[in-house]
């Protein structure tokens, strides 16, 4: 294995240790209906890691980050239903790193809220199919449903990661010219 490699399998295992401790700080903010998470502050790491290595190496960290998230705060009702919850939609907050082009500071907030879209889609997808009964009573839709559930909690986040990301990435960028 060459030292680029070895660089970014160390990079990859930083940021997803410090996305395991920002989401665990993020336990004792109070809670969405069936455990759903207001913020996701560990969203934050892998987005910056996205960014600065690119669309792959983002989608295989954000994978790895959903298989240990489920670890952090399991809860699933069907194989396919954690697969959409943890593993993909981590794993497409990764595709952000598509989007983002260096030194072009727009893009970075694209990249974002492309990722984070992506995130939305795969848990919009999993509350339509799979979590219909805890529709509230009352309650008729479950597309409306399952987008104001999940966007009850990527809205807030991604407001907490357009603020902070962009400046973090160009700090990075700014020690040096090593990342692509």
């Not at 919009?124 to 104001?148: D, H, M, Q, R, T």
Request: contains cysteine.
């Amino acid at each position: 294995m060459d030292k680029d490699k070895r660089r970014l399998i160390a990079e990859a295992g930083v940021f997803l240790a410090l996305s395991i401790v920002l989401e665990y700080v993020t336990l004792f903010i109070p809670r969405l209906p069936q455990g759903g998470k207001i913020i996701s502050l560990g969203m934050i790491p892998l987005l910056i890691f996205a960014i600065l290595r690119g669309g792959i190496p983002g989608m295989m960290m954000g994978f790895a980050m959903g298989l240990l998230f489920y670890f952090l705060d399991p809860f699933f009702l069907h194989p396919l239903q954690y697969f959409l919850d943890y593993p993909l939609a981590f794993g497409l907050v990764g595709a952000a790193g598509f989007v983002a082009q260096k030194n072009k500071e727009w893009t970075y907030y694209l990249a974002i809220l492309t990722g984070l879209f992506l995130r939305f889609l795969a848990h919009f997808a999993s509350g339509v199919v799979f979590f219909k009964i805890y529709l509230p009573e009352g309650f008729k839709n479950i597309y409306l449903y399952s987008a104001a559930y999940n966007a009850a909690f990527i809205i807030p986040t991604a407001i907490v990661c357009i603020l902070l990301v962009p400046y973090m990435v160009k700090r990075i960028f700014s020690l040096g010219n090593e990342y692509r």
